[in-house]
């Protein structure tokens, strides 16, 4: 069986020892996964993914976004990524909840003796003092009860995986109100005032006798952006978060005290919407002065720059020669502005009609100011995510200045995550089961015990609400609290492993899905709309590839993921870097830039990736090139593959336009033994003998 294909040797390749190969034995639990920075963080602290990631995400563009980034299903199935980790990706964290908790219980039967990490960052909309009325609503408000989630899929988690098995990090925000305001006033710190703090802490199993201050951490020292979170932890293990300075240099940066010091930076929030002429609006707290970066130069220099801003440590607004610096048509409004951010009972919807009104001070390249925003890559430096979901791998179709700004100001930061997991090797030893991380919890309190502290937490904010002249309704507030008819059985139900039917049609090259529904209607029940490739399939007796063709959702996968799969399985773990250099700088050139190289220049490249025991994934290929290649239809790579991608090209010189990536993990069949493809040269000796 040999296709017109150059042959290859591929001895150097060494064997990857086998008690290294695979994933961590630890699985996480992602609610409210956003960028999926989780997955990335825990691969860095072990050295290695986890074994499964269960993620929930809501926002269609981070589905797409991450599906891509990390290899997941978008259709909300089990399935497993190129680095063999198994996945699911849900759109709401209350699919978790589903059927007895189903997604858990199936974890469970996966990977019965694993650690879990739950990490969660739920709303915090309704619990920050910029809220509605000042954070009043709180836990009880529409958005931020989703916490009860969290809670209830911690006591699930428990119940299901065992206690000592189960670690937690629940984030949120570090300004939560107290609903009655003259409540236990001699508190220290002020979220010990709060009695939705308090619920934060009885949910999560936390005794009240740790000080407040070693759940909360401050942004300001580390990062140069103010923004105070909460942690809270199941175990007292605590790395340091490692400091990164703000944004700026000699030249241009934040603005400075008399003492010469950079004042800190207002946090980052999610933009508001475009401009008549096109520009992105920020929200109203990116054109403070304390957000904006200044050039020192048009000052003097850095010192004459604090002399004029004559600020004091409390100051946020300079004393500067503003008719100067802003153009006359806009100073009254201006200054109308730099009164309104300084008074205490301003509301954000003012400050917002008057940004509307100064925007293009800001946004137009004709008008040149002294003083900016905040650009792309300083924002992402600030949130610590300049290396996930960037533009090169991803493209600019999806990743919009809109996008990057918005999950910039609704991430919180990696490092913080990584500090509150504790050091690398702490973590290590918990997953190892070698410490317990030194935990500081206990149960999560029965349903029935944490529904009766609610009522009494919203009969508090309705009297509260009632004082103020509010009456809330329940498009505010949540009267339902649907959350608490979510039990599980004690024990819980055992359930089967899901049965993992892939492959996920990925399409390459970023393709768009077809919209027109004429063209929709025509390519109905024909794989990848392509009837000759369709009779092969059925002639080599692959029905299977051919239904599950039509069967799910389509992901964005571009060239990166090609060379993810192919790149980790050559040479894992080599001695002789060299000769991984080689084949990497190889696969580098043949798929380099968004596009893809034609079908025969990858021959000898996949054969290398994929042959005999010098791979760590078993990979596969499936080629049709009915013009470049005879047979048409050929197979490249292991016998029984673990990652099978689908690769077509309809012309000599032209890109793939495809791949379908079957993930099987743990299948015990081989696929080609019950079909008839024409298996590539020297790509499966063990095959050839077989049959």
């Known amino acids: 069986m040999k296709a017109n294909c150059p042959c290859i040797d591929p001895e150097g390749l060494p064997l990857a020892p086998a008690d290294e190969a695979g994933p961590a034995r630890v699985g996480v639990i992602s609610m409210f996964d956003g960028v999926g920075s989780i997955y990335h963080i825990i691969k860095k602290k072990l050295g290695k993914p986890p074994a499964v990631y269960i993620a929930a995400e809501q926002d269609p563009v981070l589905r797409r976004l991450v599906a891509a980034e990390l290899g997941m299903r978008e259709d909300q199935h089990w399935g497993y990524n190129s680095e063999g980790?198994?996945?699911?990706?849900?759109?709401?964290?209350?699919?978790?909840?589903?059927?007895?908790?189903?997604?858990?219980?199936?974890?469970?039967?996966?990977?019965?003796?694993?650690?879990?990490?739950?990490?969660?960052?739920?709303?915090?909309?309704?619990?920050?003092?910029?809220?509605?009325?000042?954070?009043?609503?709180?836990?009880?408000?529409?958005?931020?009860?989703?916490?009860?989630?969290?809670?209830?899929?911690?006591?699930?988690?428990?119940?299901?995986?065992?206690?000592?098995?189960?670690?937690?990090?629940?984030?949120?925000?570090?300004?939560?109100?107290?609903?009655?305001?003259?409540?236990?006033?001699?508190?220290?710190?002020?979220?010990?005032?709060?009695e939705h703090f308090q619920l934060f802490l009885y949910c999560l199993g936390l005794p009240r006798q740790i000080p407040t201050k070693h759940w909360v951490w401050d942004t300001s020292s580390?990062?140069?952006?103010?923004?105070?979170?909460?942690?809270?932890?199941?175990?007292?293990?605590?790395?340091?978060?490692?400091?990164?300075?703000?944004?700026?240099?000699?030249?241009?940066?934040?603005?400075?005290?008399?003492?010469?010091?950079?004042?800190?930076?207002?946090?980052?929030?999610?933009?508001?919407?475009?401009?008549?002429?096109?520009?992105?609006?920020?929200?109203?707290?990116?054109?403070?002065?304390h957000a904006l970066l200044w050039d020192y130069a048009f000052f003097g220099g850095k010192r004459s720059f604090s002399l004029l801003?004559?600020?004091?440590?409390?100051?946020?607004?300079?004393?500067?020669?503003?008719?100067?610096?802003?153009?006359?048509?806009?100073?009254?409004?201006?200054?109308?502005?730099?009164?309104v951010i300084g008074a205490p009972k301003s509301t954000s919807s003012i400050k917002d009609e008057l940004i509307e009104q100064l925007a293009p001070i800001f946004h137009n390249p004709n008008i040149t100011l002294p003083m900016r925003v905040l650009n792309i890559q300083e924002v992402r430096k600030l949130s610590g995510l300049e290396d996930i979901l960037t533009v090169a791998r991803h493209g600019p179709a999806l990743l919009t200045d809109k996008v990057v700004r918005d999950f910039c100001g609704n991430s919180f930061h990696?490092?913080?995550?990584?500090a509150a997991l504790g050091t690398d090797p702490q973590f290590q030893a918990w997953v190892r089961g070698d410490a317990d991380g030194q935990p500081c919890h206990s149960e999560a309190?029965?349903?029935?015990?944490?529904?009766?502290?609610?009522?009494?937490?919203?009969?508090?904010?309705?009297e509260q609400g009632s004082k103020l002249g509010v009456q809330l309704k329940s498009n505010q507030v949540d009267f339902e609290a649907k959350w608490r008819h979510y039990g599980i059985g004690d024990p819980p139900e055992a359930a089967t492993p899901p049965v993992v039917k892939q492959p996920t049609v990925f399409s390459f090259l970023q393709t768009a899905k077809t919209t027109d529904n004429q063209a929709s209607l025509k390519s109905k029940g024909v794989p990848f709309c392509d009837a000759s490739l369709s009779q092969a399939l059925e002639q080599m007796q692959m029905?299977?590839?051919?239904?599950?063709?039509?069967?799910?959702?389509?992901?964005?996968?571009?060239?990166?993921?090609?060379?993810?799969?192919?790149?980790?399985?050559?040479?894992?773990?080599?001695?002789?870097?060299?000769?991984?250099?080689?084949?990497?700088?190889?696969?580098?050139?043949?798929?380099?830039?968004?596009?893809?190289?034609?079908?025969?220049?990858?021959?000898?490249?996949?054969?290398?990736?994929?042959?005999?025991?010098?791979?760590?994934?078993?990979?596969?290929?499936?080629?049709?090139?009915?013009?470049?290649?005879?047979?048409?239809?050929i197979y490249v790579g292991a016998q029984k593959p673990s990652l099978l991608f689908l690769l077509i090209a309809h012309d000599t010189d032209q890109p793939f336009q495809f791949g379908t990536a079957a993930f099987d993990y743990q299948q015990d069949s081989d696929f080609l033994s019950s079909s008839t493809i024409q298996v590539s040269c020297r790509c499966s000796t063990a095959y050839a003998q077989h049959h």
């Not at 009860?148 to 300004?175: C, I, M, P, T």
């Not at 600020?311 to 730099?338: M, Y």
């Not at 309190?445 to 309705?462: C, F, G, H, W």
């Not at 990166?560 to 250099?581: D, P, Y």
Request: hydrophobic fraction near 45%; charged fraction near 15%; charge should be positive.
């Open 309 to 339: 801003c004559q600020l004091a440590q409390d100051k946020k607004v300079p004393q500067l020669p503003w008719a100067s610096i802003v153009p006359a048509h806009f100073l009254p409004v201006w200054k109308r502005f730099l009164t």
């Open 414 to 418: 990696p490092a913080l995550i990584d």
């Open 85 to 194: 980790v198994g996945t699911i990706y849900v759109k709401d964290v209350w699919d978790l909840l589903h059927k007895d908790s189903l997604i858990l219980r199936q974890a469970k039967a996966m990977y019965p003796n694993i650690r879990w990490l739950l990490i969660s960052g739920s709303p915090c909309q309704d619990l920050t003092f910029a809220g509605y009325l000042n954070g009043l609503l709180g836990l009880t408000g529409r958005r931020s009860m989703l916490f009860f989630v969290v809670y209830v899929v911690l006591r699930h988690a428990q119940k299901l995986f065992g206690f000592e098995s189960v670690r937690y990090l629940a984030e949120n925000a570090g300004s939560m109100q107290a609903v009655q305001g003259g409540s236990n006033m001699k508190a220290g710190h002020p979220l010990e005032r709060s």
């Open 222 to 289: 580390l990062f140069g952006i103010r923004r105070q979170r909460v942690f809270l932890r199941s175990h007292l293990d605590t790395g340091t978060p490692v400091p990164n300075g703000p944004p700026g240099n000699e030249q241009w940066g934040p603005l400075l005290y008399l003492t010469n010091e950079s004042v800190v930076l207002a946090p980052l929030l999610r933009t508001r919407e475009y401009t008549a002429g096109g520009a992105l609006k920020l929200s109203w707290t990116a054109y403070q002065p």
């Open 543 to 633: 029905k299977w590839l051919h239904q599950s063709s039509l069967a799910f959702e389509n992901v964005a996968l571009s060239s990166r993921l090609l060379r993810a799969a192919v790149g980790s399985g050559i040479g894992f773990r080599v001695t002789e870097q060299e000769i991984k250099c080689k084949y990497l700088e190889l696969l580098q050139a043949y798929t380099s830039g968004d596009k893809l190289t034609a079908i025969e220049q990858l021959f000898t490249l996949l054969q290398v990736a994929t042959l005999g025991p010098t791979h760590q994934f078993s990979f596969g290929f499936i080629i049709w090139a009915p013009k470049t290649v005879q047979p048409p239809l």
């Open 445 to 462: 309190p029965p349903i029935q015990d944490v529904y009766a502290n609610y009522q009494d937490l919203l009969r508090a904010v309705l």
